[in-house]
């Protein structure tokens, strides 16, 4: 049901795909429930980067500054709700023990930090290996490459383990709501204030 190893493997796969063919890569309707979850996950992450990323040009307009913090918002929105469908997908298939102890973090929020990792080792790998940079950069960047990857290895396993104490009764989580209020026209007085 939940494999780590799979998930990091789907996550750099796919980095590798969105960044050759952009608008033609589509999410593997064949996937499993959490797979297919995930996989959606790790395209909001995706394009979220990568829209982030506009914002930072430098000379950008007012106007384009405007719009992709509107599609920041949205994207991120998406990246939660889905992080979030992620952990009822499992819950509704677990019988946790109530006795276990809680463990904070919960396995789609490690889903999702697992995704970013992907996109820095990803974007950190180009740097270590851009024929214009200089070769203190590319050394630089083939060591924050190998912090990179050690970190997602430490938090495969993580996953692993806690997914593994869950199963076992020795674990459990549950479903945190981001809540965000940011979006909700009634919740941010931002929005509310001007309608």
């Known amino acids: ?16 795909a969105l960044h050759e063919a952009e608008n033609e890569v589509a999410i593997e309707t064949g996937a499993d429930g959490l797979m297919a979850l995930a ?16 914002a930072r040009v ?11 913090k509107h599609a920041i918002d949205t994207l991120n929105q998406r990246r939660n709700d889905l992080v979030e469908k992620m ?14 102890p809680l463990h904070s973090e919960t396995p789609g929020l490690m889903i999702d930090r697992l995704s970013i990792l992907a996109l820095k080792i990803y974007h950190t790998r180009e740097e270590a290996n851009r024929a214009t940079a200089t ?5 630089r960047n083939v060591n924050r490459l190998a912090l990179l990857e050690e970190q997602r290895e430490d938090l495969a396993a993580c996953l692993d383990a806690l997914w593994s104490e869950v ?8 479903l945190y709501r981001q809540m965000k209020m940011y979006n909700d026209p009634e919740l941010n007085p931002a929005v509310y204030g001007r309608v």
């Open 167 to 174: 199963l076992g009764g020795r674990r459990r989580f549950k």
């Open 87 to 100: 952990d009822v997908w499992l819950i509704d298939r677990l019988e946790q023990d109530p006795s276990a």
């Open 58 to 68: 430098p000379g950008a307009p007012d106007a384009e500054i405007v719009r992709v």
């Open 135 to 139: 070769e203190e950069h590319r050394s």
């Open 39 to 54: 996989m959606a996950q790790h395209r909001a992450n995706f394009d979220l980067w990568h829209e982030e990323d506009k």
């Open 1 to 16: 049901m939940l494999d780590a190893l799979l998930i990091t493997r789907m996550q750099e796969e796919m980095t590798a």
